[in-house]
């Protein structure tokens, strides 16, 4: 079960699209510097049914063209799942993860648009700048489009 703290609409975090983002709750990466530490605590939150799911997605669906999870992959199943209802809503599917790309299961990048990838490392900066870490990509292609968020 995904146990998540917030569903908001989110402009900014996959270019082009307007998303409704899933910060979801339990993450055991807690990278230094995290701008969220209150959604490493497991359990925390509120469980995120598909009816939850599905009622937001109703919500907003003349408006949204992507969902986003932040984190959720170490609770594979569940994610995989939530991200096949988007997608049978025509909606792209994006994965915010501090997790490196080849530690994403296979199973949860086939069901993605994109997928950002790479712990948080305050030295190195977050998307918008040329020396992070971070990567995101378009899972289909493996491209990497950093590009977009650079001003």
């Not at 992959?73 to 994965?95: D, F, M, N, P, V």
């Amino acid at each position: 079960m995904i146990y998540y703290s917030d569903l908001q609409v989110v402009l900014q975090e996959v270019p082009g699209e307007i998303s409704l983002c899933v910060s979801v709750t339990g993450c055991p990466l807690r990278c230094k510097g995290c701008h969220s530490p209150f959604l490493w605590k497991k359990g925390t939150g509120s469980a995120l049914t598909d009816e939850i799911f599905v009622a937001a997605l109703e919500r907003y669906k003349n408006m949204l063209s992507c969902v986003l999870f932040m984190g959720g992959e170490w609770e594979a199943e569940a994610l995989i799942h939530k991200l096949q209802i988007a997608r049978s809503y025509s909606l792209h599917t994006c994965l915010y993860t501090g997790l490196i790309e080849e530690e994403v299961p296979l199973a949860i990048k086939q069901e993605l648009t994109w997928l950002k990838t790479g712990p948080w490392i305050a030295s190195l900066g977050g998307l918008s700048c040329p020396t992070t870490n971070q990567r995101f990509i378009k899972v289909s292609t493996g491209e990497v489009l950093n590009k977009l968020f650079y001003k």
